[in-house]
């Protein structure tokens, strides 16, 4: 920071009472009121009016009277300034600064205190001081140009703020090879004794003191130069945001309006800086940002915009992004879910419109790889975020469920961080009733589910009966279906040709047999089956849930009730049917689970024959294959 001093008398105004004075014989025979100060000077013995072409004017006009007094109330800069410019005519010592430039350059104007007048007057030596020493250091311009916030329209014609900007900009875009002045930087882990060279954003710390408008007219004119990449931009945005906009993990230190709207102006300024290109700014100061937007409310535009650009890097983001308070006096719940709800439902509708011919492909059968791997990255970002806000003891289930809900299918490969977030829901909330648990548990794919979470799902008490004999049942069709596959694998290749199968009593109850189909488990469901009960559970094989009809179960029985291949390795007619007897419908997974959970919930029948309902649909599948044979 430089200085300018001026003058080599001592100090010599004083205060008395509300009175401004300067030690002298001579009696004072000028008085100017400047707000409720006076100051009590002289006309004539000292160079005071001789120096300031407005007071010689004003004097003139009061004509011969001994004492003369003129009120200078709207003097820019007050009272202070026009001390400064005063002390400077009775040779008072006065030093000139960044700091106290403005107003006293202002004031001097104000007073036409020109080299016309005198020779060496003030207005003169400002000027050199401003464009020798100010203009030249890169501080002392950004502090400079701080200063007329005071005085904004004086600052503007008189082309204070023109000339600032200019230097901060040309300094901003000099190669970082020649910066030789000193600035501030003090990132996390930096220190300026390890690090030789220049880092590119060294300008973007100090010009974040800087009033919001005059940023703004910075960055735009850098940005007008295209010689900077829009990183850097983008990066001076984000510092700025983090010197001036509140915390919104905690309560903020003055919620007046006065605060909310400075604050508001700020987040419409800086959203409506951020460069065009999608690498400007990370998506973190992005969600970042329209936190802080939805807090302090601002307009519909700002938000709408905050959301476009925080959904086209929706993938790029973490849980800790996403992680924000609700500040709405009816939502009791600690996480804003919604606004997770309304990121992703924009994501949503720009993935469809970028290219809604890949994502019908990626809908329908995931050919367009990149579609689908951004749909998984978001994907696997709300299933972890739905852990966290799981554990929230106030959050309402429908809002859980909307958002995963929100997810499309093919955004998920697997369902087990959805498992895990329901899983931690009901463990928080063990008082939630039996319909909640259901709805939970309805988003839950099986077929999606790896076999260490399904071994899990099995022996997990928190979910409702529905779901662990969905997970049963499910696993025996698995089963059943490997079993299959493999037999008919084995007769193909020693004999090359279709064989019936001759089925055994063990093979018609190998749903529920005690070998190597039995899934034992902490968790017993009683179903009472003729003489003793039957146990069901997980060790070895694991769940899936859904309620879907799953084809990996299809068989078929032949007019002698003999098990055959499955239907697709039948060989057709002539006409493209199934030779007759060879059709069946077999009891399907879900409906015996529907018989189960009725009997249960209805109470009805103290005893539940799974193995006989099984047997049953088997034998009606057989009667009308006999019928067709008749």
């Excluded at 407005?54 to 820019?76: A, F, T």
Aim: proline letters at 5%.
């Amino acid at each position: 920071m430089k200085f300018m001093k001026i003058g080599t008398k001592p100090d010599t105004f004083c205060t008395e009472e509300a009175s401004r004075t300067v030690i002298s014989d001579v009696p004072s025979d000028l008085l100017i009121q400047i707000n409720n100060i006076s100051y009590l000077l002289h006309k004539l013995q000292f160079p005071l009016v001789p120096k300031c072409g407005l007071l010689q004017r004003l004097c003139s006009d009061s004509g011969d009277s001994e004492k003369v007094s003129i009120e200078l109330h709207d003097i820019p800069g007050g009272e202070d300034a026009f001390e400064l410019c005063a002390k400077f005519c009775y040779g008072i010592t006065i030093n000139l600064s960044a700091y106290n430039f403005v107003p006293a350059f202002c004031a001097a104007k104000f007073l036409r205190m020109t080299e016309s007048l005198e020779k060496g007057n003030f207005v003169p030596k400002l000027e050199a001081f401003f464009n020798s020493c100010i203009l030249e250091g890169w501080k002392d311009s950004i502090t400079t140009l701080e200063t007329t916030v005071k005085l904004p329209d004086w600052s503007e014609n008189l082309g204070i703020i023109r000339k600032c900007i200019d230097s901060i900009v040309e300094k901003i875009l000099t190669p970082p090879a020649k910066v030789s002045w000193s600035y501030t930087y003090t990132r996390p882990g930096y220190t300026k004794k390890q690090h030789h060279s220049v880092p590119k954003d060294w300008w973007t710390e100090d010009i974040s003191d800087l009033d919001v408008d005059l940023f703004r007219c910075i960055i735009t004119a850098v940005a007008s130069t295209y010689m900077l990449p829009p990183q850097l931009i983008g990066e001076a945005l984000h510092v700025y945001a983090c010197r001036w906009l509140p915390d919104t993990t905690r309560p903020p230190p003055q919620t007046d309006e006065q605060f909310m709207e400075k604050n508001r102006r700020i987040v419409d300024t800086i959203v409506s800086m951020i460069p065009g290109d999608k690498r400007a700014v990370c998506v973190g100061f992005l969600l970042r940002l329209l936190i802080v937007a939805n807090y302090l409310g601002v307009s519909p535009v700002t938000k709408t915009e905050l959301l476009r650009r925080s959904s086209l890097q929706l993938q790029e983001a973490t849980v800790n992004d996403l992680i924000s308070p609700s500040h709405s006096p009816t939502d009791p719940e600690f996480y804003d879910i919604d606004l997770v709800v309304a990121v992703l439902q924009s994501f949503l509708v720009l993935w469809r419109r970028q290219s809604p011919a890949a994502a019908s492909a990626s809908e329908s059968n995931g050919s367009s790889a990149q579609f689908l791997g951004t749909m998984r990255k978001v994907g696997k970002l709300i299933d972890s975020y739905l852990q966290v806000v799981a554990r929230d003891a106030n959050m309402p289930v429908s809002k859980l469920v909307s958002l995963a809900e929100a997810l499309p299918d093919i955004a998920r490969e697997d369902h087990d961080d959805i498992y895990k977030a329901i899983n931690i829901y009901l463990k928080e909330h063990g008082d939630l009733s039996k319909a909640d648990k259901k709805r939970l548990c309805r988003i839950l794919d099986c077929q999606k589910l790896s076999p260490e979470v399904r071994a899990h799902a099995v022996k997990n008490e928190r979910l409702p009966l529905r779901t662990v004999v969905q997970v049963l049942f499910f696993e025996q069709d698995r089963d059943r279906a490997s079993n299959s596959k493999a037999a008919a694998t084995h007769d193909h290749h020693h004999k090359h040709k279709l064989l019936p199968l001759m089925p055994s009593q063990s093979q018609s109850q190998e749903l529920f047999s005690t070998g190597k189909q039995t899934v034992p488990t902490s968790r017993e469901l009683d179903i009472h089956n003729g003489h003793g009960k039957l146990k069901l559970g997980a060790a070895d094989h694991h769940d899936k849930f859904t309620s879907s009809r799953g084809d990996h179960s299809t068989r078929r029985t032949n007019v002698a009730g003999k098990k055959d291949f499955p239907l697709h390795l039948q060989t057709k007619r002539s006409d493209g049917k199934f030779p007759v007897g060879t059709e069946r419908k077999i009891v399907s997974s879900t409906e015996i689970q529907e018989q189960v959970e009725h009997q249960l919930e209805t109470g009805s029948g103290s005893k539940l024959d799974v193995k006989k309902m099984i047997q049953k649909g088997s034998r009606s599948d057989h009667g009308r294959d006999k019928g067709k044979d008749r």
